[in-house]
């Protein structure tokens, strides 16, 4: 077992001591620049709501862990979990709709919740003015955490197996030979350690920066207030119980309350966002018991406390007695920031965590440390989630800033942020602008939706039949119908699709070739010119990735996936005889598909292009009028044609070279929407929203991609058994819509949810992916939950369109 050093007792630091060492890691010392438990951090003065449910089910999941761990703790003052329940109340119809999407997250992820009548609100809440609100949403399981006192006492239990605390020891550095961690340096000396956790809190990043390591983290100021004396709290809570009502929130003014005793506390979000210069503070905390507590700002909560007495009208004329603005971490995406330094074996980071989800984030962190892998899917809390352009200094300012406004806001799944765009594009931009291509974002790329361009052809197919059925508000946003007719031109006639931000690393040396088999669930090792679909597990055997494989020489690869994560997997397993270079940004590539594609294409260039000649699953590098292209007969939109690539200086050429080629045949750019709705279609999953760690292969219906013949990470672990699987849904009525992440029933009992959705122009229907329990077979009728509104859907044998592949295959 390794000797672990854990710097910071907050609530991270301790529950991660206690993690490890009931798994038998009992070389434990947690290092603490401040008092125990008390430490100055920000778990030191957190009001401690726990609200579970999250839209992201690994955070619910880390949430319920917590709720679940710090009930059963026992500490001599007292609780350290008092479930009062939760319960979230709209005043507007909007926030009303949205807390009907919150209620099928909670069921999806298995949080017990109820949406409640304004009557019912109150009798739950009776300090609720019942006109204000519209409604609510109760999580009974919800409630407070006393954050120190479960800290102190998962640090007890700690204690009890081995590990150590040891407070005022500042770490000043860490101490590293070889690439690997050998401990940490403080005024005493160092202290060894094989492994190095930095749960630091808001001061995470400047340590985390000393090994030269960026965590996107801000540090940033919220205001946390209390009233004096409440006459209608008097006689109902004990010095001991602190507080019986539900803990509440009341988003629609970025506003939370809980009681504390007869008073009321009020954290509040509607202010500016104050970010803090962490530089600034350690000077000038230097010596204060409090550093995360910032003196408070009474005029940024005047409009907070306006609002606070509005809904609470019990609060009258009382006063804020106690209040500061209190710092905690804010990150680009909300999300924590979790794993292993990769240049710097043994040093790891368990950062910007809530106490609502501690104890989750330091179970997996303490599984990835000790079992290689956590048994929970990571990947959205994953350190090396971020593009480069992701890590710069004012990306992550802005976007964190950005988080702390929208941090109760209802954010649409396809709302992108509006500043800091325009800085990843393909060198296709001017012309998908020209055609009036609405943009969404991802990893930095602009990426069209659909193409204004394309209305009047869509008109057209609507006018002839083609069905375009309404949609509710919500679904119409960030949305077209135009995508539909895109879709359907790309199956009746041809489409182009920028392939660019598809993310592409060359493979090679003398090694590649038995790196990539080892690494791969597939076989890569055929001959050259051939492509392969494959999969990346981890050691448990779940799914990383779903890559493709296109073997361009008897030494180099081109390997297409999905994020930053699968390069740092790459890399992170490359031996010396291999390089792994990212030629994303360097090349770009145009999907050209639909049945006229070979009409199209084939006059554009000398090599035979029909199928005996040119096989689906096969590559060659080419030429396409003089423009040197990278040929893949790849279909991620299941239709006959190419991924076609070349470097980014011929990408305009190419573009025009096609689109040219392409107008006797009636092409059109298409956009992402089309190519979702597609994709789903023809049954391709979409890594890490379709499939995660958490499957096998199995389950997630891609054995053919695994090969019982070879060695691979992750095979030994391998579940051919599952008892979910990864299902396709077609909705009954042509006017249901899903967007994902719904809650599905069978018999009124959520069996599973969605994962992706999109509406099929080939089949007239939404389609969505589902988990769902095995024994539900095909032909079956489930229910999904889209807001609160029930549609029925049939499961159906995947792929729904073209299972025999004959438009693919010709
Ligand atoms: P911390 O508690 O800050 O612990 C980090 C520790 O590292 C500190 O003790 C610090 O002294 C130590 N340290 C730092 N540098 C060094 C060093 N160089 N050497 C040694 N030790 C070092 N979360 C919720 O879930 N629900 C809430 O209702 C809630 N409300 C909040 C309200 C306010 C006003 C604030 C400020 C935060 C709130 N939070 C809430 C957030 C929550 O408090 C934090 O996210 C959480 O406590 C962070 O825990 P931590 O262990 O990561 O950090
Ligand atoms: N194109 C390329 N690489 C990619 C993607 C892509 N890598 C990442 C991601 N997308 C991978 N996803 C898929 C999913 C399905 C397929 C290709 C990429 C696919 N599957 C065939 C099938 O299931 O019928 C595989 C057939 C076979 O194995 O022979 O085409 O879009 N370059």
């Not at 434990?28 to 726990?50: I, K, Q």
């Not at 000790?370 to 899917?377: E, F, N």
């Not at 598909?593 to 096989?615: I, T, Y």
């Not at 096998?696 to 599952?722: E, N, S, W």
Request: aromatic share 10%.
């Amino acid at each position: 077992m390794p000797k672990v050093v854990v710097i910071g007792a907050g609530i991270v630091g301790t529950s991660l001591a206690d993690e490890l060492t009931v798994r038998g890691c009992t070389d434990v010392t947690v290092l603490d620049r401040g008092p125990l438990f008390a430490t100055g951090g920000s778990t030191s003065h957190a009001p401690g709501l726990v609200f579970q449910t999250n839209p992201s089910k690994t955070m619910t999941g880390f949430a319920r862990y917590t709720v679940e761990k710090f009930s059963g703790l026992a500490h001599p003052d007292g609780w350290a979990f008092n479930t009062v329940g939760g319960l979230e109340v709209a005043t507007t119809p909007e926030r009303w709709a949205d807390l009907h999407r919150k209620a099928g997250w909670a069921a999806a992820w298995g949080i017990e919740g109820r949406l409640l009548e304004p009557a019912d609100c109150v009798r739950l809440h009776p300090l609720l003015d019942r006109d204000q609100i519209l409604g609510g949403f109760h999580t009974p399981a919800d409630g407070l955490a006393k954050a120190v006192r479960a800290a102190e006492a998962q640090a007890g239990q700690a204690i009890s197996r081995g590990a150590q605390f040891r407070p005022h020891t500042e770490v000043l550095d860490i101490v590293h030979t070889g690439g690997r961690v050998s401990g940490v340096r403080t005024a005493d000396g160092v202290v060894e350690a094989d492994i190095v956790v930095c749960a630091a809190g808001f001061w995470g990043a400047e340590i985390a920066e000393r090994v030269g390591l960026v965590l996107p983290l801000v540090p940033m100021a919220h205001q946390y207030a209390r009233t004096g004396r409440i006459e209608a709290l008097v006689g109902r809570n004990t010095q001991r119980s602190e507080a019986g009502l539900p803990i509440l929130r009341h988003q629609d003014r970025d506003l939370y309350f809980r009681e504390h005793v007869d008073r009321i506390g009020i954290g509040s979000y509607s202010h500016q966002p104050m970010p803090v210069d962490i530089a600034t503070l350690m000077a000038d905390s230097a010596g204060e018991p409090m550093p995360s507590m910032l003196p408070f700002t009474e005029d940024d909560f005047t409009p907070a406390w306006r609002a606070a007495r509005t809904l609470i009208p019990a609060l009258g004329d009382s006063k804020v007695e106690e209040a500061f603005n209190g710092i905690f971490s804010f990150t680009p995406d909300g999300f924590s920031i979790m794993g292993e330094h990769r240049d710097l074996s043994g040093f790891w980071v368990a950062e910007a965590v809530w106490v609502t989800h501690s104890a989750g984030v330091a179970r997996a962190t303490a599984e990835w440390i000790l079992d290689g892998a956590p048994s929970v899917d990571v990947h959205e809390c994953d350190l090396y989630r971020f593009e480069d352009v992701a890590r710069s200094p004012r990306f992550v300012m802005q976007t964190s800033t950005q988080a702390f406004v929208e941090v109760y806001d209802i954010v649409h799944p396809y709302q992108f942020r509006t500043a800091l765009r325009g800085l990843r594009t393909s060198p296709f931009y001017a012309r998908q602008r020209e055609l009036g291509a609405y943009f969404y974002e991802g990893g930095g790329w602009e990426r069209p939706a659909w193409y204004e361009a394309n209305a009047a052809v869509a008109q057209q197919l609507f006018d002839y039949g083609l069905a375009c059925p309404p949609r509710d508000e919500w679904s119409a946003r960030y949305w077209s119908p135009i995508s539909i007719a895109e879709a359907h031109l790309t199956r009746e006639r041809v489409a182009m699709y920028d392939m660019t931000p598809l993310t592409r690393y060359e493979v090679t040396g003398p090694d590649a070739t038995a790196f990539l088999q080892a690494m791969t669930t597939n076989n890569v090792d055929k001959s050259v010119g051939s492509v392969t679909y494959t999969l990346l597990l981890d050691e448990n055997g779940g799914i990383r990735s779903d890559i493709t494989v296109a073997r361009l020489a008897e030494r180099r690869y081109q390997v297409a996936v999905n994020s930053p994560l699968d390069y740092d997997w790459l890399l992170r397993h490359a031996p010396d005889g291999v390089t792994i270079r990212d030629i994303t940004g360097g090349t770009c590539g145009i999907g050209v598909w639909g049945p006229r594609a070979r009409n199209m294409v084939q006059p554009l260039c000398a090599d035979d292009l029909s199928h005996e000649a040119f096989k689906y699953f096969r590559a060659r590098q080419t030429y396409l009028g003089a423009i040197p292209v990278t040929m893949l007969r790849v279909s991620y939109v299941g239709e006959l044609g190419w991924e076609i690539y070349t470097s980014a200086e011929y990408g305009a050429a190419l573009w025009d070279l096609l689109y040219d080629a392409g107008k006797p045949h009636g092409v059109v750019a298409a956009g992402r929407i089309a190519f979702n709705s597609l994709r789903i279609e023809k049954g391709y999953r979409l890594s890490g929203t379709d499939i995660t760690t958490e499957h096998h292969p199995a389950a997630a219906g891609l054995q053919f991609a695994v090969r019982a013949d070879k060695d691979f990470i992750g095979k030994a672990a391998l579940d051919t058994a599952p008892r979910t699987l990864l299902r396709s849904i077609v909705f009954d009525d042509p006017a249901a819509v899903a967007l994902g992440k719904e809650a599905v029933y069978v018999d009124d009992r959520c069996v599973g949810y969605t994962t992706s959705a999109g509406y099929s122009a080939t089949v007239g229907r939404t389609i969505a992916y589902a988990w769902l329990p095995a024994h539900i077979a095909v032909g079956d009728t489930v229910v999904v939950d889209y807001r609160g509104t029930r549609h029925t859907a049939v499961v159906h044998a995947d792929p729904v369109v073209d299972p025999d592949m004959a438009r693919i295959r010709r």
